[in-house]
């Protein structure tokens, strides 16, 4: 199994970027995937999911309303857009997949078996 995250960058405060996880390996259609981050010197905070069965996004309180995720299964990928970045979103981004049932959509990392590595973003002036 392979996830691939990739649309990392710098971008200034008030801007935005689309982050994409690229699945190999699985049935991706059976995975629920999720993003997290980590910034310096702190834990791997699971910020959204998605389930495979009837949509159900799954977003951390912080990033509600700015950040948007959406899956293409045609294309074994999951996009995280987020818009109206703030510098406290700084962060490497990781994308993981985890297979445990159509509504699963829980923002644990513990939950997640499948891990790709991760993309940085950095949100400064």
């Known amino acids: 199994v392979q996830l691939q995250a990739s649309g990392g960058g710098l971008v200034q405060p008030g801007g935005s970027l689309r982050l994409s996880c690229a699945a190999s390996g699985l049935t991706f259609g059976d995975y629920t995937i999720g993003w997290f981050r980590q910034a310096p010197g702190k834990e791997r905070e699971g910020i959204s999911s998605l389930n495979t069965g009837i949509p159900r996004p799954n977003y951390r309180d912080s990033v509600k309303g700015r950040f948007t995720i959406s899956r293409d299964n045609a294309k074994n990928t999951v996009y995280l857009q987020m818009d109206s970045l703030k510098p406290e979103d700084t962060a490497v981004y990781y994308c993981?997949?985890?297979?445990?049932?159509?509504?699963?959509?829980?923002?644990?990392?513990?939950?997640?078996?499948?891990w790709g590595q991760g993309t940085l973003v950095t949100v400064s002036s």
């Open positions: 993981a997949a985890a297979n445990l049932g159509s509504e699963f959509n829980g923002l644990a990392p513990s939950w997640y078996a499948y």
